[in-house]
C-alpha cells in the first residue's frame, strides 16, 4: 500500500498537527477498522495522539455525466464540482463552492447551508462495502450513519445553473473569518445558535494561547498565531462547559477531532457529565 508523509500543520486548515504518515487508499480491500478517513481536512482538529490514518488515491477524483445522473468521486474537490456544475449549466450544486472540502467529506457530514445540502439530490453512494442508496442512510442536520470511505455518489440530475444562488451562498458566507479555522466548531442547537451562545458567555474573541473563538463569528475557533491542540480542547471544552452551567445546553461539535483520547462514544466531549 502507498503511504504520503503529510504535515497537518500545513496541510490542514487549522494549521495544526504534525507530519504523519497516511496511507493511501486505491484498492477498497484495503481500509480497516483501525483506520481513520481523511479528506482535504477543511474540519478537522488533527491532536497529537492520531489514529491511524487514510487518504482516498487521486484516482477517486471525478466527476461525469453518466447515464442521465451526475457520478462524482469522493476525492473530488467542492471546488471542482462547483465549476464543472457552472460549465455544464447543472443546478443544485450552486451552494458547494462555498464549501471547502472534498465530496466524501461533504456527503459524509450532509455539509450544506440552511436548506441546501449534499443529501437533498443524492441517489446512491458506493463506499468500500459496496453500494448504499439513499434511502438505506441515516442521515439529518450535519449528520450520517456512514462508516466506510465514500468512493463515489450518484446525484439526480437538473439543468440549470443559478448565479443570483452563488451570490445569495457568497452574502451567507461573508461574515466568517479568513483566519486558518475548521469552520464553524459546533452545530446549531435546535433553535438557537452556537455563536450567539458562545458569545453569551464571555468567550467571544477571548485567546487562549494561540486560539481564540473569532471576535467576527464566535462559532469560529481560529488559529491566529502557532495554536496548539491542546490550546484548541481547552477552549472547545471551556466552551461547551460554560454554555451547559448557564442555558443547560451541550453543544455538539461539528469539527472532526482525531485524537486517540478524544474519539468514541466515551470521549468527555460528547457528555456533559464528562466536566
Same mark, same amino acid.
Given at each position: 500500500?502507498?503511504?504520503?508523509?503529510?504535515?497537518?500543520?500545513?496541510?490542514?486548515?487549522?494549521?495544526?498537527?504534525?507530519?504523519?504518515?497516511?496511507?493511501?487508499?486505491?484498492?477498497?480491500?484495503?481500509?480497516?477498522?483501525?483506520?481513520?478517513?481523511?479528506?482535504?481536512?477543511?474540519?478537522?482538529?488533527?491532536?497529537?495522539?492520531?489514529?491511524?490514518?487514510?487518504?482516498?488515491?487521486?484516482?477517486?477524483?471525478?466527476?461525469?455525466?453518466?447515464?442521465?445522473?451526475?457520478?462524482?468521486?469522493?476525492?473530488?474537490?467542492?471546488?471542482?464540482? %462547483?465549476?464543472?456544475? #457552472?460549465?455544464?449549466? =447543472?443546478?443544485?450544486? @450552486? &451552494?458547494? $463552492?462555498?464549501?471547502?472540502?472534498? /465530496?466524501?467529506?461533504?456527503?459524509?457530514?450532509?455539509?450544506?447551508?440552511?436548506?441546501?445540502?449534499?443529501?437533498?439530490?443524492?441517489?446512491?453512494?458506493?463506499?468500500?462495502?459496496?453500494?448504499?442508496?439513499?434511502?438505506?442512510?441515516?442521515?439529518?442536520?450535519?449528520?450520517?450513519?456512514?462508516?466506510?470511505?465514500?468512493?463515489?455518489?450518484?446525484?439526480?440530475?437538473?439543468?440549470?445553473?443559478?448565479?443570483?444562488?452563488?451570490?445569495?451562498?457568497?452574502?451567507?458566507?461573508?461574515?466568517?473569518?479568513?483566519?486558518?479555522?475548521?469552520?464553524?466548531?459546533?452545530?446549531?442547537?435546535?433553535?438557537?445558535?452556537?455563536?450567539?451562545?458562545?458569545? %453569551?458567555?464571555?468567550? #467571544?474573541?477571548?485567546? =487562549?494561547?494561540?486560539? @481564540? &473563538?473569532? $471576535?467576527?463569528?464566535?462559532?469560529? /475557533?481560529?488559529?491566529?498565531?502557532?495554536?496548539?491542540?491542546?490550546?484548541?480542547?481547552?477552549?472547545?471544552?471551556?466552551?461547551?462547559?460554560?454554555?451547559?452551567?448557564?442555558?443547560?445546553?451541550?453543544?455538539?461539535?461539528?469539527?472532526?477531532?482525531?485524537?486517540?483520547?478524544?474519539?468514541?462514544?466515551?470521549?468527555?466531549?460528547?457528555?456533559?457529565?464528562?466536566?
Amino acid at each position: 500500500m502507498k503511504t504520503k508523509s503529510i504535515d497537518f500543520s500545513k496541510f490542514s486548515s487549522i494549521r495544526i498537527g504534525e507530519t504523519i504518515k497516511v496511507d493511501i487508499l486505491e484498492n477498497p480491500d484495503d481500509f480497516t477498522k483501525e483506520h481513520c478517513l481523511i479528506g482535504s481536512c477543511n474540519n478537522i482538529l488533527m491532536g497529537t495522539q492520531p489514529p491511524k490514518l487514510m487518504k482516498l488515491s487521486k484516482i477517486y477524483d471525478y466527476i461525469k455525466i453518466e447515464d442521465n445522473t451526475l457520478k462524482i468521486g469522493g476525492a473530488t474537490p467542492s471546488g471542482k464540482i %462547483a465549476s464543472f456544475c #457552472k460549465k455544464h449549466n =447543472i443546478a443544485d450544486f @450552486e &451552494f458547494v $463552492s462555498h464549501l471547502p472540502g472534498t /465530496l466524501g467529506g461533504l456527503v459524509y457530514m450532509n455539509a450544506g447551508l440552511k436548506e441546501y445540502e449534499i443529501f437533498n439530490n443524492l441517489i446512491i453512494i458506493s463506499t468500500t462495502k459496496g453500494i448504499s442508496n439513499k434511502e438505506a442512510i441515516d442521515f439529518g442536520y450535519r449528520f450520517t450513519n456512514i462508516k466506510e470511505p465514500i468512493l463515489d455518489a450518484t446525484f439526480i440530475l437538473n439543468y440549470g445553473f443559478d448565479d443570483n444562488k452563488v451570490e445569495m451562498f457568497k452574502k451567507m458566507r461573508s461574515n466568517q473569518p479568513s483566519t486558518p479555522s475548521a469552520g464553524s466548531c459546533f452545530k446549531n442547537p435546535q433553535g438557537d445558535y452556537a455563536g450567539r451562545l458562545i458569545e %453569551a458567555v464571555g468567550l #467571544k474573541g477571548k485567546p =487562549i494561547g494561540g486560539m @481564540e &473563538f473569532s $471576535s467576527e463569528h464566535a462559532n469560529f /475557533l481560529v488559529n491566529n498565531t502557532n495554536g496548539t491542540f491542546e490550546d484548541a480542547i481547552f477552549l472547545i471544552q471551556e466552551a461547551q462547559k460554560r454554555v451547559f452551567d448557564e442555558f443547560g445546553i451541550w453543544l455538539e461539535c461539528e469539527i472532526k477531532i482525531l485524537d486517540k483520547r478524544y474519539m468514541g462514544k466515551d470521549s468527555p466531549l460528547l457528555k456533559h457529565t464528562a466536566h
